[in-house]
């Protein structure tokens, strides 16, 4: 896996040990995860943007933004989907996971499923 910077909606306070927050665009905070050579080179957080501004594409901008190469997510409509990919960014689905740590460790070990337009999931849109 190459470098990679990835971005988790998380609980207060984020980081590793934090939990998936079930909405993305209304998250407490983004966990930052940076990887490197398929291992955790560094974890790190990002405060969310209020939804209102910008919408659905609020999020979007802002993490591309930052940088951000992959989105962790339980759930997504088509036009936030289209959004990352549009500046892309990819979107994968958290496969049930509940902390942090166990979703980038399925993500390393390439067992979580890759959003697309064919199979949005949780239908909310941001």
């Known amino acids: 896996m190459k470098n990679l ?74 036009r936030p989907l289209m959004g990352f990919e549009s500046v892309g960014i990819d979107v994968y689905h958290y496969n049930g996971h509940v902390k942090v740590v166990d979703i980038v460790t399925s993500l390393i070990d390439g067992s979580l499923p890759k959003f697309s337009n064919e199979n949005t999931c949780g239908g909310g849109d941001g």
């Open 5 to 78: 910077l990835v971005a988790i909606p998380s609980n207060n306070p984020g980081g590793i040990d934090s939990e998936l927050a079930g909405h993305f665009g209304h998250c407490d905070i983004f966990t930052l995860v940076k990887i490197e050579d398929g291992k955790i080179a560094n974890v790190s957080t990002l405060p969310s943007v209020p939804h209102e501004q910008g919408g659905c594409m609020a999020p979007v901008n802002y993490l591309s933004g930052n940088g951000v190469n992959i989105l962790i997510a339980g759930g997504m409509g088509m």
